[in-house]
């Protein structure tokens, strides 16, 4: 059973407070606050945000269905496959394959029929809208969220003078109470917000370290995109009046933060040796190579095993869409949106860097972040509404060890960490506390990640809180003790 601490604790805070305070618990105060604001600020944007993201899906599809009936024959066959694949019910789409007397490629639950082939197409312009009845491109994803002219305007606004806000706020605190060495509090942590913040920029050079890199904080429109698999990046995007860039076969990048799942979405012909590669801190997460007629999978980390797969389908000769993804353990590719591999990794993934090679002529290249859980069905369509209870659930009883772990969170706890191990971290606060923390599979790919900070004497819930913040772990109490999960 998980309990959110913050639900759990909240009140706990105010009995605190009413205490002399702690520098550690005044840092954390003024932080949730700022917290609290920009969440509420965003409420309305996200109804506004959630209703383009719907509309833009059906005029999608309703763009993609007025092609049918000018289209060519073999551009028809195209066009009705990737309408099915998005809505497998789509009446005109199945009637172009049944009027040629062929079986739909997709049943009406969208489950591929088997021995179905992605149709190619040769027309770049039929192929781009087709795409993009999944997803928007990202041309149009950064406008419906741009700080000008759209609905998340005023959200922006509000967040520039919170962050504000928040840097004085904090700076204050770290010059007022130096005798307290609040600044080894407020800095990690305002640079989680603001990096590149003058006061953060000031205080790292002061002591001779970087500024910490790889744990950025989302603020809740980044978060919005990331849960929804609209953040990614274009290579191929053409940049203002500029024509789209030459591709020269191959290309590569560091993505903005670490994330639990990225997928490479190309239309392309592969060259023999044809690499796609996704990596973390600790190099390949997975690796995708096209040789000899097959699509070799090969897992990151000592003694994995390549998976080899015949595709019915020779990506050297004809460009049809092929998605490499790579989420938590699970790593698959799909060709025309059928699934073609899916494989488990030894271990989850932590995803930081990607890489394409020969490659030739992309019509399409995208790399796309992804969040620990898929995105819902946009349309809704095939959602079925529950029968409601015949009597309400009874509530649980609280578990036995529940309490214990309650008052373990009000313990006072001083700590200092300096560049520590995530995992060195978790065992630290083992001995400390007494009570058991470990990484649960879903962090151990952040085992390496270094974490600063420093509290002092304050109670085990705040010192948790900051590390939710610092390293995107959430603590979620248990029978053990306490597991640490990567909630991004």
């Not at 969208?110 to 040769?122: I, Y």
């Not at 770290?174 to 640079?191: D, F, K």
Request: charge should be neutral; include cysteine.
């Amino acid at each position: 059973m998980v309990i959110p601490m913050r639900l759990i604790f909240a009140s706990l805070l105010t009995a605190l407070c009413c205490a002399a305070e702690p520098v550690a618990v005044v840092i954390d105060a003024r932080i949730q606050k700022f917290e609290q604001a920009v969440d509420a600020a965003f409420k309305p944007v996200q109804a506004q945000l959630d209703s383009w993201r719907t509309k833009r899906a059906r005029t999608a599809m309703g763009e993609v269905s007025a092609l049918l009936p000018k289209a060519g024959p073999r551009d028809r066959i195209y066009i009705a496959y990737q309408l099915l694949s998005a809505d497998p019910k789509h009446r005109a789409a199945r009637e172009v394959y049944t009027a040629l007397g062929l079986i739909p490629p997709f049943d009406e639950q969208g489950k591929a029929v088997v021995g179905t082939r992605a149709p190619v197409c040769d027309d770049l312009a039929t192929v781009s809208k087709a795409v993009d009845l999944r997803y928007p491109p990202f041309d149009e994803v950064t406008k419906a969220v741009d700080l000008r002219g759209s609905v998340a305007g005023p959200f922006w606004k509000k967040l520039d003078a919170e962050l504000a806000a928040l840097r004085k706020d904090l700076a204050k605190i770290a010059s007022e109470r130096m005798a307290e060495q609040a600044g080894n509090a407020v800095y990690p942590l305002l640079a989680y917000y603001q990096p590149r913040a003058p006061e953060v920029q000031a205080y790292y050079a002061a002591i001779g370290k970087p500024v910490p890199a790889g744990r950025i904080w989302f603020n809740p429109v980044d978060r919005w995109l990331l849960d929804r698999e609209l953040a990614g990046l274009d290579p191929l995007r053409a940049v203002g009046k500029n024509p789209p860039p030459m591709w020269p076969g191959s290309g590569g990048g560091e993505l903005p933060a670490f994330v639990p799942g990225a997928s490479v979405e190309v239309i392309a012909q592969w060259r023999g040796g044809a690499r796609i590669e996704l990596s973390g801190a600790k190099g390949p997460a997975v690796i995708w190579t096209w040789l000899n007629g097959k699509l070799i999978t090969i897992p990151g980390g000592a003694g994995a095993k390549p998976v080899e797969t015949t595709l019915d389908v020779d990506l050297s000769a004809i460009a049809v869409p092929v998605r490499c993804m790579v989420r938590g353990r699970m790593a698959s590719v799909a060709i025309g949106g059928i699934p073609v591999v899916e494989i488990e990794l030894p271990l989850a993934v932590a995803v930081k860097h990607w890489g394409v090679s020969q490659i030739d002529q992309p019509r399409l290249l995208r790399v796309r972040y992804l969040a620990a859980a898929p995105e819902l069905d946009l349309l809704g369509d095939d959602g079925v509404a529950a029968k409601a209870p015949a009597k309400p659930a009874e509530k649980p009883a609280a578990p036995a060890w529940l309490d214990e772990r309650t008052r373990a969170l009000l313990k006072p706890v001083t700590c200092n960490f300096a560049d520590e191990r995530l995992d060195e971290v978790a065992a630290a606060l083992s001995s400390i506390t007494g009570t058991k923390f470990r990484l649960a599979p879903s962090a151990e790919p952040l085992a390496d990640l270094p974490v600063t900070m420093t509290a002092k004497d304050i109670p085990l819930r705040t010192a948790l809180e900051w590390l939710h913040r610092l390293a995107e772990l959430e603590a979620i109490p248990d029978e053990e003790g306490f597991r640490l999960e990567w909630k991004r």
